[in-house]
C-alpha cells in the first residue's frame, strides 16, 4: 500500500521514525525498538538513510522487516549527495525487488572534503525525486523546512525550490522538527499560496535531553521558544524529569495540532519505543474523536 493512499483516508495518522545501526553488531537492537514501536499500530514507519554508505545497507532491510514481518506501511529514506547516480540507482532497484513501495527523497549532506557539485551526482532533491520516477510506481514523500532550508538565505527561495520539487512527482512533504506550531500554521498558509496542495506531515521531535537538543539545533538551525528553554533550564539536569516535560511538551503539540484539523503527524521517535508508547497513552482518546 502507498503512504498517500493511507493519508487520503477520513482518519487520523501518526507515524514514527527509526534509524539504522551505526555498526552490523546495533541490528538487533534497532531492530527490538522497532518491534517494539510497530505495536503502537502506526500508520507507517519511516527508516532513515546514512550517508556514505555507513548505515545504508540496512535502510532496506529493516524497511522490509517492518513490511514484510512486522505487517506495516514502511517508508525507506534515500539520500543523494553521497553516492553516485550508479549507486543510487541500484539502491532504488534493490527497494523495488523488496517491494517497497514508499521511498522519501532527500538530497542529504554533502560530505565534508567532497568536490560539489559533482558529474556522477544528483545535486538536488528534485533529481532524485524525477530518477525514483523513472524507476518505478513509487510513492514519492520529500522534505520541508517551515523554518526555511539553513542553505537559502530567502524564505521565498525556499518555497520556490519546494514548489520545484513537489512538482517533480512528489506525494507527499514532511516537516523538518519544529517547536512552535504557530510557525507551521504560517508555513502550510505561504506553500497554499504558492500553490502546493500536497498533504504536510508535521514532523514532532519529542527533545529529551539537553545533549538531544543541542544535536538538533545544530543540524536543523532550529529556533527553541523561550517556553521551552525554560523546560530546558528547569529540568534538564534530570534526565528522568527531562525526558517526561520534553515527552509532555511534544504531546501538547501534537494535540494542538489535532485540535486545528491536523490529521497527519510524524514523530521523530529516534529508535525509543518507550517514548512513542507513553505519547500514543498520552493521546489515546483524543485520536478516537
Request: aromatic share 8%; proline share 4%.
Amino acid at each position: 500500500m502507498k503512504i498517500i493512499d493511507r493519508l487520503n483516508e477520513d482518519r487520523i495518522n501518526i507515524s514514527f521514525e527509526v534509524f539504522p545501526p551505526k555498526t552490523d553488531a546495533g541490528f538487533a537492537n534497532v531492530q527490538r525498538a522497532t518491534d517494539e514501536i510497530a505495536k503502537l499500530d502506526p500508520s507507517y514507519i519511516s527508516v532513515t538513510y546514512g550517508a556514505g554508505g555507513g548505515t545504508s545497507k540496512n535502510t532496506a532491510k529493516i524497511a522490509s522487516h517492518i513490511k514484510d514481518d512486522l505487517h506495516v506501511l514502511s517508508l525507506a529514506h534515500l539520500t543523494c549527495a553521497s553516492s553516485t547516480k550508479e549507486e543510487v540507482r541500484e539502491v532504488i532497484r534493490n527497494l523495488k525487488e523488496l517491494g517497497i513501495e514508499n521511498i522519501l527523497a532527500l538530497r542529504g549532506d554533502i560530505p565534508e572534503g567532497m568536490k560539489f557539485p559533482d558529474g556522477d551526482r544528483f545535486h538536488y532533491a528534485y533529481e532524485l525525486v524525477e530518477e525514483i520516477r523513472k524507476q518505478g510506481d513509487f510513492c514519492i514523500g520529500a522534505a520541508c523546512y517551515p523554518e526555511g532550508h539553513v542553505e537559502n538565505e530567502h524564505k521565498e527561495d525556499d518555497i520556490r525550490f519546494l514548489k520545484q520539487k513537489v512538482d517533480c512527482g512528489v506525494d507527499f512533504l514532511t516537516t523538518q522538527m519544529f517547536f512552535d506550531n504557530d510557525i507551521h500554521y504560517n508555513f502550510l498558509y505561504r506553500i497554499r499560496e504558492a500553490g502546493i496542495t500536497v498533504p504536510v506531515l508535521p514532523g514532532i521531535m519529542p527533545i529529551t535531553s539537553a545533549a538531544q537538543m543541542k544535536r538538533s539545533q545544530e543540524l536543523s538551525g532550529t529556533v527553541f521558544p523561550r517556553r521551552f528553554l525554560a523546560l530546558l533550564d528547569r529540568f534538564g539536569s534530570s534526565p528522568e524529569a527531562m525526558m517526561q516535560a520534553g515527552i509532555a511538551y511534544a504531546t501538547d503539540q501534537i494535540i494542538d495540532l489535532l485540535a486545528n484539523g491536523v490529521k497527519n503527524i510524524h514523530i521523530y521517535s529516534m529508535n525509543k519505543p518507550e517514548v512513542a508508547t507513553k505519547i500514543m497513552s498520552n493521546i489515546s482518546e483524543i485520536i478516537k474523536c
